[in-house]
């Protein structure tokens, strides 16, 4: 089972859609493919190695010691019941995480909340009249759709990953 981060003031808040079995085992999310942990590293949000980030028992340890307590980020699914993909996601299971994950925004006050993919942020606001990039704020925290971390170039997800980080160094609240 994945415990999930938060925490006051993060600098970035990650939100997925739910977790992956294997994730969901390890927990550790994002470890089935490790492509998003790799992401972070290339932006520069993370400093830990491939090396680091490609060994379950060495990823674990990030996650646990390191991302909210030195990074600072934080990370929450919307849906916390694993599935092979969002194909088997019913309608209606992510009514309780949205209000969970609104919660925590307006308690935690996170500088910036990215959501991983178009189908979290799909989810999360119920339909998909939207593009990648800055939508409105959500209680004065700003918000970004990125791509999903592993389908297409990486190039475009790093860029994404370090404009948000940017945005989050400097956000004032």
């Known amino acids: 089972m994945i415990h999930y981060v938060s925490s006051k003031n993060a600098r970035i808040m990650f939100i997925g859609i739910n977790p992956h079995y294997g994730s969901y085992r390890r927990g550790i999310p994002f470890s089935n493919n490790k492509m998003f942990w790799y992401l972070l590293n290339r932006a520069g949000i993370i400093s830990e190695n491939a090396d680091t980030l490609r060994n379950d028992g060495s990823l674990k340890r990030v ?6 307590q030195v990074y600072n980020l934080n990370f929450t699914n919307i849906i916390t019941r694993p ?7 019913k309608r209606g299971e992510e009514d309780n995480g949205r209000k969970r994950i609104l919660r925590s925004i307006s308690a935690n006050r996170p ?6 993919g178009k189908v979290t942020y ?10 990648f990039g800055w939508q ?5 925290s700003k918000v970004y759709v990125m791509h999903f971390p592993i389908r297409g170039k990486a190039q475009v997800r790093i860029r994404e990953l370090k404009e948000v980080n940017r945005v989050a160094m400097h956000a004032k609240k």
């Open 111 to 116: 500088n910036v909340v990215c959501f991983i």
């Open 136 to 140: 409105d704020d959500i209680y004065g």
């Open 63 to 68: 996650y646990r010691n390191k991302f909210l």
């Open 83 to 89: 599935s092979r993909d969002v194909s088997q996601l």
């Open 122 to 131: 799909s989810k999360f606001i119920g339909n998909n009249d939207f593009k």
